[in-house]
């Protein structure tokens, strides 16, 4: 167990709905990151909040949208969505601010969305 | 161009077996490698983490090396076992960047019986 916690596990939508996947990262962690894998694909990183506030962006559609609240959780919107929006959705969380500068990522289980 | 590649792409050996994974990055100016073992829908866990002055690392039957002059790491595996089946990601950090950590497409093992 990571102690990185994120809900939905599951999720199954229709195209151009909306949905939000919850993360709450390890206990004290301040940095959360936002992970993309479709079947049979690498990660794709999406975004990275550093105690409230955006600290990195990658390859995050317009589409999509994400925060991170005072108590350290972080929510990733993905609205009017597509099939190609299903994937895996990994959240990570580390205590370093910068993540190649030694500190360790700490992934959750992933949430999994199905848009039909 | 910062990029981290895997070979192979799969793998299947039979249990018991040793198998050596590839890591190859052009990453620059490097911090640290990293690999990662992720289970069929499961997160990645960490296995090992190297910086550049170390040259092997290991993590019981998981034994990792880099070469920093050729920017290439293995990941070594002795008597595999079942539960070896999973996904190995590499993953190369740079020294600074906001977009600094480069993942690789990861080099799927299966262990057979």
């Known amino acids: 167990d990571s102690g990185v916690t994120q809900t939905p596990k599951h999720l199954i939508t229709a195209t151009g709905q909306r949905v939000t996947l919850r993360c709450s990262p390890r206990?004290?962690?301040?940095?959360v990151y936002w992970y993309q894998q479709s079947l049979d694909q690498g990660l794709q990183f999406l975004i990275q909040y550093y105690n409230g506030e955006e600290r990195a962006k990658g390859n995050i559609l317009e589409r999509f949208s994400a925060q991170q609240f005072p108590d350290l959780h972080s929510e990733l919107n993905l609205s009017s969505l597509e099939l190609g929006d299903s994937a895996l959705y990994f959240c990570?969380?580390?205590?370093?601010?910068?993540?190649?500068?030694?500190?360790?990522?700490?992934f959750g289980e992933g949430s999994r969305l199905t848009v039909l | 161009k910062n990029q981290v590649e895997q070979s192979p792409q799969s793998l299947i050996i039979l249990e018991g077996k040793n198998c050596t994974l590839q890591?190859?990055?052009?990453?620059?100016?490097?911090?640290?490698l990293r690999w990662y073992k992720q289970d069929t829908g499961r997160g990645p866990v960490s296995l090992t983490i190297?910086?550049?002055?170390?040259n092997t690392k290991s993590n019981g039957r998981y034994t990792a090396t880099l070469d920093a002059d050729t920017k290439q790491s293995s990941l070594h595996i002795t008597a595999s076992q079942l539960s070896d089946s999973a996904s190995y990601i590499c993953?190369?950090?740079?020294?600074?960047?906001?977009?600094?950590?480069?993942f690789g497409t990861g080099t799927r093992l299966t262990v057979i019986p």
């Open positions: 890591c190859n990055y052009t990453v620059s100016p490097f911090s640290n």
């Open positions: 190297m910086t550049f002055s170390e």
């Open positions: 206990s004290g962690d301040l940095s």
């Open positions: 993953v190369v950090s740079a020294e600074r960047g906001a977009n600094n950590l480069f």
């Open positions: 990570a969380s580390s205590p370093r601010l910068d993540r190649g500068l030694g500190g360790e990522l700490f």
